[in-house]
């Protein structure tokens, strides 16, 4: 599929990865500059973080995994749940869900109804 979109593409090079009109001959250092450049909070930013946010975001959007897995190039499940990162709002956001989908049943689970307290007492304890 991304033959296809290049081909169509204008060539205004040869190369596909280019900037100020001058092949990159080095992804890893092109990368390095950007970074350098941007500073701050961007100063230790890897490929790799792109790539967890990608999954995060693809599952989090409702991609089914085995096609989110196909886009990051990830070939074992095992490698795609570590990038797959549950973090305690996507755990209270899928109990939401469930709850709307079908009322009554989540309202009704007591650990449920703790952290609900808990969370909006501004987790003061525990």
């Given at each position: 599929m991304m033959?296809?979109?290049?081909?169509?593409?204008?060539?205004?090079?040869?190369?596909?990865?280019?900037f100020q009109g001058r092949h990159l001959t080095s992804i890893r250092t092109a990368w390095e500059n950007t970074v350098e450049a941007l500073g701050g909070p961007y100063e230790n930013l890897l490929v790799h973080d792109l790539r967890r946010s990608a999954v995060r975001n693809f599952t989090r959007s409702g991609v089914p995994e085995k096609i989110a897995m196909r886009i990051s190039g990830h070939?074992?499940?095992?490698?795609?749940?570590?990038?797959?990162i549950v973090v305690e709002t996507d755990l209270t956001n899928a109990m939401k869900s469930l709850?709307?989908?079908?009322?009554?049943?989540?309202?009704?689970?007591?650990?449920?109804?703790?952290?609900?307290?808990?969370?909006?007492?501004g987790k003061k304890e525990g």
């Open positions: 033959m296809y979109f290049f081909k169509r593409l204008p060539h205004c090079s040869a190369y596909v990865f280019t070939k074992s499940r095992s490698v795609f749940d570590r990038y797959n709850q709307a989908k079908q009322p009554g049943f989540v309202s009704s689970v007591p650990e449920v109804l703790d952290f609900e307290k808990w969370q909006a007492e």
